[in-house]
């Protein structure tokens, strides 16, 4: 019978070999992440040692250590002194949120807490020829750059130089993995996308925050962190989540400027620069700092976010790196989702959902005026949220409360990449009138119910959901 430590080396050699080559001790600590993630390293599992796994997977000690240390550093295992390395609890607990807590579903609540399409209802389906969207140019369907049709599509959008990706997600996470190591610093706004925070920090990476006003960073700021710092890179968005901000165009040439004066990467992350309810789409970086920038986009904030098509443009040498990490990462995205995409975009009615938004987002606004007019926002320019002040209140756990009443919202700390804006919720808008009313009913009674048990401006309420 075999011992937990024989059959945490098969698995572990099982998924060295799914990695395929590379550094070695970044595809061990991958593997590791995987087996923990999967299930296969329960909470509390307790890791071989150095001198134990070195001979077992064919690696040196040190590069067993360095692996470790990595998952340390990431937050993935913990260090026992005399006792040895283990699987840390990655289950979100109360006060302890995630990407993964917002990336939750739960069919009982009305979920305010995800920027996205909230159903494909507004897509225009014409009929589909399955021989059609199973088409490949390479009947394998393995196409790395993408479908020929897609990419005709969006050229407009992502220019040249360009590869289709799994959403954006998958383009964030590959363009970080692309340009940042562990110990490097990436400069990020005071408030951004919490996936965005999971890669740098699995990168083993230091997210940064740079301090903002009200057309997006302050350029002595940014100019003061690229000096101080010297960042792998830097992490943008022209519309901005969660707050819908809309960078200017002036505002957008100064930092792209700075950048390239100080030849400082930049990955701008596009996936909302289409969702603009007043004027015009920003204007992207890569225009003051074409040699420099990765941009990511999105079909999920205008389509649908099932889709998963996505795709990242960058200068010719760096789409190279970028599209070997891809084929190490998935091989090849879905024809299949391709194809659908590409048809979808043909019909997509941009303006139609887009004036949608705007109808909705107001709406929202009059019922949270009239039920909760403590509550503070700006009127957001862009995006699919709004970005609530709740004073007085510690907003980790008022979206704990506010479960219990059957709404799901995102407390502002899951933005921030140093545990700030506590005070915030972001409130998603995208939802159809009627939902949001509901939704709003029951924040209005979660706010009445904690100050009712907590005392006026009291927040040492202790909620169990």
């Not at 690696?59 to 840390?88: D, K, N």
């Not at 225009?124 to 969207?133: K, S």
């Not at 519309?239 to 200017?248: A, I, W």
């Not at 289409?274 to 970086?285: F, M, Q, R, S, W």
């Amino acid at each position: 019978m075999r011992t937990e430590a024989e059959r945490f080396t098969l698995l572990l050699r099982d998924r060295l070999r799914a990695r395929g080559t590379g550094q070695p001790g970044r595809r061990l600590a991958a593997a590791v992440r995987d087996l923990a993630e999967a299930g296969a390293l329960p909470p509390g599992t307790r890791l071989p040692s150095e001198r134990e796994l070195a001979p077992a997977v064919g690696m040196s000690r040190g590069t067993v250590a360095a692996a470790y240390r990595s998952l340390v550093l990431a937050g993935l295992c913990e260090r026992r002194t005399g006792s040895g390395t283990y699987v840390v609890d990655q289950r979100p607990q109360e006060g302890d949120w995630g990407f993964g807590h917002l990336m939750r579903a739960d069919p009982l609540v009305i979920d305010l807490s995800k920027s996205v399409v909230a159903d494909p209802s507004f897509l225009r389906l014409p009929a589909f020829d399955p021989a059609e969207l199973l088409h490949a140019p390479h009947q394998h369907g393995y196409d790395a750059m993408g479908d020929p049709r897609l990419r005709a599509g969006l050229r407009e959008r992502a220019g040249d130089n360009f590869m289709i990706t799994s959403g954006a997600q998958h383009g964030i996470d590959l363009a970080l993995r692309c340009v940042v190591r562990q110990g490097d610093v990436v400069l990020v706004e005071e408030t951004t996308y919490p996936g965005a925070l999971a890669v740098v920090r699995r990168c083993g990476a230091q997210p940064v925050p740079v301090p903002c006003d009200e057309d997006g960073p302050s350029p002595g700021a940014f100019r003061d962190a690229v000096d101080r710092h010297r960042p792998a890179c830097a992490f943008l968005m022209g519309v901005h989540s969660p707050t819908g901000r809309v960078t200017p165009a002036q505002r957008v040439a100064e930092l792209a400027g700075i950048a390239r004066a100080a030849d400082v990467l930049l990955v701008e992350d596009r996936a909302l620069a289409e969702v603009v309810h007043t004027g015009d789409a920003p204007l992207p970086y890569a225009t003051g700092h074409p040699d420099g920038t990765i941009t990511v986009g999105s079909l999920s904030k205008t389509l649908w976010g099932g889709l998963r098509i996505g795709w990242v443009s960058a200068p010719a040498p760096l789409l190279s790196r970028l599209a070997e990490l891809k084929v190490e990462n998935d091989l090849a995205t879905s024809v299949v989702g391709q194809r659908m995409a590409a048809v979808l975009l043909e019909q997509a009615a941009g303006d139609q959902w887009r004036q949608e938004l705007r109808r909705r987002r107001d709406h929202l606004s009059r019922a949270l005026r009239r039920d909760l007019p403590s509550w503070r926002w700006r009127t957001p320019d862009g995006g699919l949220s709004l970005w609530v002040r709740v004073p007085g209140a510690d907003a980790e756990r008022f979206a704990h409360l506010a479960q219990a009443y059957g709404v799901a919202v995102a407390p502002g700390t899951l933005f921030s990449p140093d545990g700030r804006h506590r005070e915030h919720l972001r409130l998603s808008f995208a939802l159809a009138p009627e939902l949001l009313d509901q939704a709003v009913t029951a924040l209005a009674a979660a706010w009445q119910a904690r100050h009712s048990a907590s005392g006026e401006g009291d927040d040492r309420i202790d909620v169990t959901v």
